[in-house]
């Protein structure tokens, strides 16, 4: 039987790397911070922060007062006589989610702007084109600083896991002559190749296979994936009702249209295949792919590897809820035979009693 494993950010984070969206908008704003110390003014294509007329000229903020408090710096400037002007309306909520240290997804909240824009369109019947140019703006700017933040990351010092390397090489001893697996990197990072190396792996080099489904860091900016895909949301379709591009330039299903990694894995589905879960969250962002791979007649079984906070508490049946909205209503009966149980299931990581 082959095997696609789904390589998400939990598997980055599992190797002490600082890669997730929180880690990522708290050293933007960092370096904000730092800009604003030294000069008292700042500006991006998003954000904008400069000191009141009266005070031109008057250092307010201190070294460090700033850049050692990033999850502060809106609060600390809306408390002094400085002003800031974020646009669009997802930025600011970002920044709110960070700054009250709740867990934050860029995609979502730019799909549920985007819904929101569109919501106001219907009710008001106003172009808001512009809006939604703005919103598309700030997207591709943070996309831009993301792809800068994250090859600060690689080039951190990179350890294998020992129980992410067994669970490969359980894996790896598992393969008839005829079998495979197959690895969907949805990371920007490449850390999975690290693993192919090993001995008890790359005996089976000629079984394994990798794509990087979302592009990898070294690509062309525009060959990186980074958006939204889930077409069977209630309004997809009426965005593309509007016969308005602008709408739908972050979906991801026209990224996938740059390579044919798309058109890979579905003929790679074509056998049967056991599914494993390293470090993907399973959202709505992914769901079109994530739809195609768990539904499909021919998975026998999804293995999560789930991710252990400490000796009483783990995230699984979190993940299994998430898994769950892949699933039409119709099929949630395969989705209770399909999803391997709690009992016979691993933590990607072991936990470690500090």
Known sequence: MNHIVLIGNGFDLAHGLKTSYIDFLTWYLKNIGEAVEEKQYYEDDIISISPNTNYAGIS???????????????????????AYNIHPEFINNLFSNIQEKRWVDIENSYYRNLISIFNDITKSSQNRTEDVAKLNLAFRFLKTKLIEYLKLQEKQSFLLNNDILLHLQNMSNELLNSDSIYFINFNYTSFIEKYFNEDKISSKANQIKLINIHGLLNHKEENIIFGYGDETDEHYEKLEKLQNKEYLKFIKSFGYAYTNNYQNLITYLGNPFKVHIFGHSCGLSDRVLLKEIFEHNNCYQIEMYYYQKDENTNDFIDKYMDISNHFSMQNKGKMRVRIQALENSKPLVNYIKK
């Open 60 to 82: 307010i903020f201190k070294n460090g007062e700033l850049s050692n408090n990033p999850l502060e710096i809106f609060k600390k400037i809306e408390n002094t006589i400085y």
